[in-house]
């Protein structure tokens, strides 16, 4: 399985990746870079944080310009990959999340919101990891 984690946390990073064991596992730190790797690969799962907090000026920081995982969430939702895909938003605002999720719904994007809990993310992945395979024997 392919996955892409959008975040900035080095703690959180460090947790996610955990959970991908033999997957292959990209690690983007910003949405820009995110971007790039999703437009030129094949991925099967993307992790979404919504508050990536990296800006460009102080402007940027001051007007609200810097991309969120919601950016990230409508380059998905216009390239609709094709299955086996999904995305998990791994944010603790659930207002943005309920945001990512009706923009990849729209889209027909299956999207799970799941906040990090030790118990419930592993076995998600597993689940899904479970039907990239049956897929893609």
Not at 86 to 102: F, L, Y
Request: net charge negative; hydrophobic share 45%; aromatic share 8%.
């Amino acid at each position: 399985m392919r996955v892409l984690i959008l975040e900035n946390d080095p703690n959180r990073i460090e947790q996610l990746t955990s959970y991908f064991g033999e997957d292959e596992v990209v690690v983007a730190t910003e949405v820009a870079k995110a971007l790039i790797l999703f437009q030129g690969s094949d991925f099967n799962l993307v992790l979404l944080d919504h508050h990536i907090a990296t800006y460009k000026s102080i402007d940027d920081m001051i007007n609200g310009g810097h991309l969120t995982g919601l950016d990230m969430a409508k380059v998905i939702a216009k390239r609709k990959p094709k299955p086996p895909f999904a995305v998990i938003t791994h944010t603790w605002n659930s207002v943005a999340a309920a945001d990512i999720e009706e923009c990849l719904t729209k889209a027909g994007v299956v999207n799970i919101y799941l906040p990090l809990d030790e118990k419930v993310f592993p076995k998600a992945v597993a689940n899904f990891r479970l039907q990239v395979n049956r897929q893609n024997p």
